[in-house]
């Protein structure tokens, strides 16, 4: 049996990844299961209640059963859950893998010190691309909060670093969005930065400009497989939709994070 965690910063083509991996022959990937927070427990128990879950689910799908997903490749537009039957599967050993964000991006030195053996992949994506989309996403990204269950006592304990707690408190007294979301991206990138040893990264520019070569490289699967299941997202680009403070905010608060991915900021008003 093969576990993958997906994980990433929010609007950098995850669910994207999610279809595009579904539609390759034993690959299943759930986007965002429905509460998942009350099979598994972000405390000392997690890698045994994580390991439960892909077990239960796991059963579920070679029983045949229907599961509830997320089956679009940009949730923005379509996040509805609807029952869904896998039907690319030649036997039990296919690879299964959830997909979540903010809660598994925090909790990624937990994860992987704890189940060595799973594969994780995390998608960043470019803070000015980034966080343009945020302004246009789900409220909790346009407004830059934490989720009610990062803030609860048990994750902030188990999951969050010193660092992030005390940002994460901190933000709770800002009033401008545009630093609470850069001060959020920030956390994450920093998370995804600290475990780039141990992890695969995926940058968002190279998964949409050649989707076979990123998921071949990054699954380590040959390409006359996924190339012919698999194409370019039609989606258009979108025009950043930053001001001059955006711009000043992720210079002063993302910098040092962007680089530690890999991205360079250029000069404010030329982007």
Same mark, same amino acid.
């Given at each position: 049996?093969?576990?993958?965690?997906?994980?990433?910063?929010?609007?950098?083509?995850?669910?994207?990844?999610?279809?595009?991996?579904?539609?390759?022959?034993?690959?299943?990937?759930?986007?965002?299961?429905?509460?998942?927070?009350?099979?598994?427990?972000?405390?000392?128990?997690?890698?045994?209640?994580?390991?439960?879950?892909?077990?239960?689910?796991?059963?579920?799908?070679?029983?045949?059963?229907?599961?509830?997903?997320?089956?679009?490749?940009?949730?923005?537009? !379509?996040?509805? *859950?609807?029952?869904?039957?896998?039907?690319?599967?030649? %036997? /039990?050993?296919?690879?299964?893998?959830?997909? #979540? $964000?903010?809660?598994?991006?925090?909790?990624?030195?937990?994860?992987?010190?704890?189940?060595?053996?799973?594969?994780?992949?995390?998608?960043?994506?470019?803070?000015?691309?980034?966080?343009?989309?945020?302004?246009?996403?789900?409220?909790?990204?346009?407004?830059?909060?934490?989720?009610?269950?990062?803030?609860?006592?048990?994750?902030?304990?188990?999951?969050?670093?010193?660092?992030?707690?005390?940002?994460?408190?901190?933000?709770?007294?800002?009033?401008? !969005?545009?630093? *609470?979301?850069?001060?959020?991206?920030?956390?994450?990138? %920093? /998370?995804?930065?600290?475990?780039?040893?141990? #992890? $695969?990264?995926?940058?968002?520019?190279?998964?949409?400009?050649?989707?076979?070569?990123?998921?071949?490289?990054?699954?380590?699967?040959?390409?006359?497989?996924?190339?012919?299941?698999?194409?370019?997202?039609?989606?258009?680009?979108?025009?950043?939709?930053?001001?001059?403070?955006?711009?000043?905010?992720?210079?002063?608060?993302?910098?040092?994070?962007?680089?530690?991915?890999?991205?360079?900021?250029?000069?404010?008003?030329?982007?």
């Amino acid at each position: 049996m093969r576990d993958l965690i997906l994980t990433g910063i929010p609007r950098s083509g995850t669910s994207y990844l999610c279809t595009l991996l579904n539609k390759i022959d034993d690959h299943v990937v759930i986007n965002e299961p429905y509460k998942l927070e009350h099979h598994i427990n972000f405390d000392e128990n997690l890698p045994t209640n994580l390991d439960s879950y892909y077990q239960l689910m796991r059963q579920k799908v070679e029983q045949g059963e229907p599961i509830e997903n997320k089956t679009s490749e940009d949730t923005l537009f !379509a996040n509805d *859950r609807h029952l869904w039957r896998p039907d690319n599967l030649s %036997g /039990a050993d296919f690879v299964f893998g959830l997909k #979540i $964000t903010f809660k598994f991006v925090f909790a990624l030195s937990r994860l992987r010190e704890r189940k060595p053996t799973t594969k994780i992949v995390a998608l960043i994506r470019h803070p000015y691309n980034n966080l343009s989309a945020w302004k246009a996403s789900f409220p909790h990204l346009r407004e830059g909060v934490w989720d009610s269950f990062l803030c609860s006592d048990i994750y902030r304990r188990y999951c969050l670093s010193a660092e992030e707690r005390t940002i994460q408190d901190q933000m709770a007294m800002i009033k401008e !969005a545009s630093i *609470r979301r850069c001060l959020l991206w920030h956390c994450a990138a %920093g /998370a995804i930065a600290r475990n780039l040893d141990h #992890i $695969t990264v995926m940058r968002y520019e190279d998964l949409i400009a050649d989707p076979v070569r990123e998921i071949c490289t990054a699954f380590d699967l040959p390409t006359a497989r996924v190339a012919p299941l698999i194409s370019k997202s039609q989606k258009p680009p979108r025009p950043l939709d930053l001001s001059a403070e955006d711009y000043k905010n992720i210079h002063k608060i993302c910098k040092e994070s962007a680089e530690r991915l890999g991205y360079t900021l250029g000069k404010e008003q030329n982007v």
